[in-house]
């Protein structure tokens, strides 16, 4: 399984078009030693020829344009087979508008993300555009489903929905299934595990498992304490109260993970005001010597 | 006045990711005279200070990232003060949900477009997070509005709606008002005048004057022959049927507007497939000759 990271920050990316926080005035001034990143995008293939889209970025036109493996082989095609949605979140959905184009998709997630876009929103109807139209497939807690088939093997790509806690972002309308609202993804193939959970309010027991039973597992590195976004904004939620579990302090996912993964640990959707994108910062160095790998745009993974 | 182009290709951008046209694919290996371009977007100041965007592109993001004079000068804030909406196309809304970051808006719009947005699609709600909400201001045919004060003199940046004719795009369920579907916006300052028309189904003996009396125009430059999108895709709608005069042929756009202008005309919301991004095609040089300028990235006019 090959498994691409085509973007790493949370929403607004590094920098953001409207913060002037340390790290966002050093990324563009240059002092700051880090990488700038375009919003959380990851892509996953079992064969190196069909990639499966984790969520869809607000950055998706730039990312799909900037990964060669994407170029069309016809005159219109596409190497991305299906989309699979873990929220109804802007960071998660916005990018399926940029699918647009005519281009016949396949589109997993939970009933409930599929009637908010679906039937709260008519603005994603361009998606039936194209002939066939767009395909919405539901993801069920308790039964996998083959998100893409190997061309060069019998097998393909499992998907498991995991449950994680969370809500459904503030702009849905109507009362849902409040444990559709953010789903975790785990894919298999050929024996090789990878767990995603770009958003994760809580470090559960089974997703404790899920992290240590994985080669992979891409995990929310939003926050690095819990005001953060507070100390920027002057007011507003902490990252708890957001659905994020901070990484750092009592009860933190430093913390809750130790001793719980035999695979790689890499943290996603980074906030721009995150102290870990500073490679010379304390907490870029505190991570790192927790066992975590900290995800940039174009990293890739064989497993 | 001042005029930036953030964006200047139609939907899906050049190369489009999904495209294998000649155009793409040249662009791509690098054998074609021609500059990537992201999709259209136009960014407007009295004053050099505070910015009206016309419309939002799906590449906003980066369109505001990579201009220097849109970087915040306090901890969150922007120079962009307001935005002008032409239609309800995803081309030209899709970008105000990267604008979802707690900054305080105001948006301009037909009442139609307003009610697509705000009634039909809940997950423009977002804009409601900022303190205070974004404010929804309704353009009205007959009724200039100053969008924004110059803050160096007593007068600022005026908006006239034209209408253009053209349709909803397909995605909206309810019927409204046909003649508020698409607009087109005079924009003056200090006696200068600068007319945006994006999307033109027809030159109409309104649009013909508007032209001539502007000193800068940025007019529909989406498609160069009428049948050139149906010959990539093997089917599907011909440039008139959705919307877009092309510019070449009798009674295209080159023809209906020879004589029609004294000031800058520029043709803008170039497809992918239109062979004038070809800087060294026969097309390219026609529009030339025929008085006309091809917008790219990052062009900038004083007026």
């Not at 589109?107 to 993300?113: F, K, P």
């Not at 976004?229 to 902490?238: F, I, N, P, Q």
């Not at 906030?271 to 010597?289: Q, Y």
Request: contains cysteine.
């Amino acid at each position: 399984m090959r498994v691409r990271v085509l973007g790493s920050a949370a929403g607004g990316g590094f920098p953001q078009w409207n913060c002037g926080c340390s790290n966002c005035n050093g990324l563009r001034a240059g002092t700051l030693k880090a990488l700038p990143r375009t919003q959380t995008q990851v892509a996953v293939s079992a064969d190196g020829s069909q990639w499966v889209l984790l969520n869809a970025s607000p950055d998706l036109r730039q990312q799909l344009v900037q990964f060669p493996e994407f170029r069309p082989s016809r005159s219109r095609s596409t190497p991305v087979c299906a989309i699979i949605l873990t929220s109804a979140d802007i960071d998660s959905v916005m990018g399926l508008l940029h699918l647009r184009e005519f281009e016949p998709l396949r589109i997993y997630s939970t009933a409930s993300v599929s009637r908010v876009l679906r039937e709260e929103n008519t603005i994603f109807r361009v998606l039936e555009r194209s002939s066939p139209p767009a395909d919405w497939e539901t993801i069920r807690f308790g039964s996998p489903v083959t998100v893409a088939q190997n061309r060069a093997a019998e097998d393909g790509l499992v998907c498991t929905a995991v449950p994680l806690g969370g809500e459904f972002p503030d702009y849905v309308r109507r009362p849902l299934a409040k444990e559709e609202a953010v789903i975790g993804l785990e894919l298999t193939e050929n024996g090789k595990r990878l767990f995603y959970a770009p958003t994760l309010p809580v470090y559960s027991k089974e997703v404790k498992c899920r992290v240590a039973e994985s080669d992979l597992a891409l995990l929310d590195g939003t926050f690095w304490s819990d005001n953060e976004l507070v100390e920027v904004r002057g007011r507003g939620r902490t990252a708890r109260e957001i659905g994020h579990l901070p990484l750092s302090g009592p009860g933190g996912a430093l913390e809750e993970l130790a001793g719980w993964a035999r695979g790689k640990r890499v943290l996603i959707h980074i906030n721009n005001t995150n102290p870990i994108l500073d490679e010379e910062s304390a907490a870029n160095r505190a991570v790192r010597e927790a066992g975590f790998e900290i995800a940039h745009d174009g990293m890739e993974f064989e497993l």
